[in-house]
């Protein structure tokens, strides 16, 4: 069974800048794909950036040029660096991985941006 541990949310202000990061145990095989979802109070969930292991990043519309998504495969981390934070960045984000073709998520870390 994958495990998900999500860590580096908290409060930060407008424009600044949170690290999360999400680390894969529990299975001999390495993701597939990691990524990040998040979802705001009274909102569906919503893909923020997800990276493969070999292949090219995707990033949401609304995070382009601010949040960059990057993994260490040795260690099966993800990470989201978030800058130039905006209050809609506000939501609780969510860690998954794709491994052996079977989702895996985390349990959430809270992201709050004051204005």
């Known amino acids: 069974q994958v495990q998900l541990a999500e860590s580096g949310g908290g409060l930060v202000q407008a424009g600044g800048s949170l690290r999360l990061t999400c680390t894969a145990s529990?299975?001999?095989?390495?993701?597939?794909?990691m990524a990040w979802y998040r979802q705001a109070p009274g909102k569906q969930r919503e893909l923020v950036a997800t990276?493969?292991?070999?292949?090219?990043?995707v990033y949401a519309d609304p995070v382009k040029g601010r949040f960059t998504i990057s993994r260490d495969n040795a260690k099966n981390t993800v990470y989201l660096q978030m800058n130039s934070q905006k209050p809609e960045d506000t939501a609780v984000y969510l860690c998954?991985?794709?491994?052996?073709?079977?989702?895996?998520w985390g349990q959430g870390t809270q992201v709050t941006v004051s204005s």
């Open positions: 998954t991985a794709v491994v052996r073709f079977k989702d895996y």
């Open positions: 529990g299975s001999i095989f390495s993701p597939d794909v």
């Open positions: 990276i493969p292991s070999l292949g090219s990043t």
